[in-house]
């Protein structure tokens, strides 16, 4: 489960208004409501340039304690589905649901239920299955919402995935666009000594651990 507006929609206030809004962080926008993405507020720009399509935009600073309160509770919530919930933080969760299947009535209805639930509490909700974690992360980050039940066809669905999925900064991801890297398996495809010098040894971790799950 991923919550891609959490920064915006642990506000409750920011996120029923009809006004545009953001958050802001590091001097730019990581997330808009609906009206400001409307009138051109993007995700990684710049606060001027923001303020400059949008004049009437309210924007906050990013408030890491009020993302990882709400994301406590959703995790409470989840747990009406199965024991195995745990935080992917800052905005996501991980549910083991494979002892639920029966008590559910199989997994589509489980999906269902949770979709249902958390508009109704307010949340953007991107939801996927697979038999890995990191699968299963990459592709709810993706907004992909794929049930993949099958190991052989992860590393051909991971592959695919916008390099967004990733977990990078906005300017590792411009970087990415730049030299032409639009998926995932064309970031895995990157020579390695020059990539780990230009965006550090923490992009190829995630990489590599997504390699490890997806060839199993």
Known sequence: MHFPRLPLEAFAQASASTEAHAVAEGGRLIVSNERAAARGARTGMSIPAACALVPDLVYR????????????????WALQFTPGVSLQAPGGLLLEIE???????GIKTILSMIRRGAAEMGYTLSVACAPTVAAAWLLARAGSE?????????????????????DCDAKTLETLAAVGVKTVG???????DGATRRFGPQF???LDR???HTSE
């Open 204 to 206: 190829f971790e995630q």
């Open 210 to 212: 997504s390699e490890e």
């Open 186 to 192: 064309e970031a895995l495809r990157l020579p390695r």
């Open 99 to 105: 002892g639920s299947l029966k008590l559910f009535g």
């Open 146 to 166: 794929k049930i993949v039940s099958c190991k052989r066809v992860i590393e051909t669905e991971v592959a695919a995935l916008n390099v967004r999925a990733l």
């Open 61 to 76: 600073p990013r408030d890491h304690a009020a993302e990882s309160a709400a994301l406590e509770q959703l995790a409470s």
